[in-house]
């Protein structure tokens, strides 16, 4: 057995012909007194620039603005609501992490009844519905719970309390259960004894 010699590798490139019919253009170094087209573009602008009357204020178009004056208006209008409801929910916040449960049913009551139509009213409903658990109407801060956990899905902390209160009110185990599944499943620090 011989051995065996490799092919040239410039059997494997395109091959191109000798003789070219059409010449392969180069690029040509630009006279430095003669005008490219950069030069000749700023040099048209700057003259056009300089040939112009400046812009009087009758002359100036008018200004286009997109927001018509009554949508303006009601922009600030939801931005008060909004605000106002903010406060509210805070507030009522505030009150329950003090412990005065009665005066946090308030304010997160008068968010549920006047900023329904605002998305962030549902926690609102959650901080309702655990005043209403602490000031011991423990029927509806269920019922609330249960409707609450279910426009809010994916939020942990109704699905704990709502595990907490089937557990001990309602003696349910597999309900609880399950609310507890989905509260762990959306946060595992529910699964952490010491959180």
Do not use: W
Not at 30 to 35: K, L
Not at 55 to 74: G, K, Q
Request: with cysteine.
């Amino acid at each position: 057995m011989g051995a065996c010699k490799a092919p040239p590798i410039s059997r494997f490139l395109l091959s191109t012909p000798q003789n070219r019919k059409t010449p392969i253009p180069t690029r040509q170094k630009s006279n430095p007194n003669s005008p490219n087209r950069r030069s000749l573009l700023i040099s048209t602008t700057s003259l056009a620039v300089l040939l112009l009357p400046p812009p009087t204020p009758s002359s100036a178009l008018p200004i286009f603005d997109p927001v018509s004056p009554n949508e303006r208006a009601a922009s600030a209008e939801v931005s008060r609501r909004v605000s106002e409801a903010v406060d509210l929910l805070e507030k009522g916040r505030e009150l329950q992490a003090q412990g005065d449960f009665q005066q946090a049913l308030q304010y997160f009551t008068q968010v549920v009844n006047n900023y329904k139509d605002l998305a962030f009213s549902d926690y609102a409903r959650v901080g309702r519905a655990l005043a209403l658990y602490e000031v011991g109407d423990r029927q509806e801060a269920i019922a609330e719970m249960e409707d609450v956990s279910v426009s809010l899905k994916g939020y942990p902390e109704v699905h704990a309390a709502l595990a907490a209160a089937l557990y001990a009110d309602k003696h349910a185990p597999l309900l609880a259960e399950n609310q507890f599944t989905i509260a762990t499943l959306l946060d595992p620090h529910y699964t952490d004894i010491a959180y």
